[in-house]
């Protein structure tokens, strides 16, 4: 069985792509940590936010780890959700 590991973007292995790797990570585990805050103390419709902040945090890390335009994607996905739920509930 062969995997496929993409290469990471020239952009990625500079000091400065390093560091916006590092932002992407800490970002988006802190916006899960909020969300999930977030969830504690709305009434109806926490399990929107509990999922939400599920689905964060590991899309955060694995666009950090490796980033790549379908990651970054499902990323941006995800935090542009964050608005629309809360304002669903």
Known sequence: MTTSNPVLQPWATQPLG???R??????GLVLATL???????????????VALGALIAPAAVRAARLPSTARLGVLAAVVLAVPFI???I
């Open 22 to 27: 590092m932002a992407i990570a800490v970002g």
């Open 86 to 88: 809360i304002q669903a």
């Open 35 to 49: 969300v999930l805050m977030t969830a504690a103390i709305v009434g109806s419709g926490s399990w929107a936010l």
């Open 18 to 20: 390093k560091a916006a």
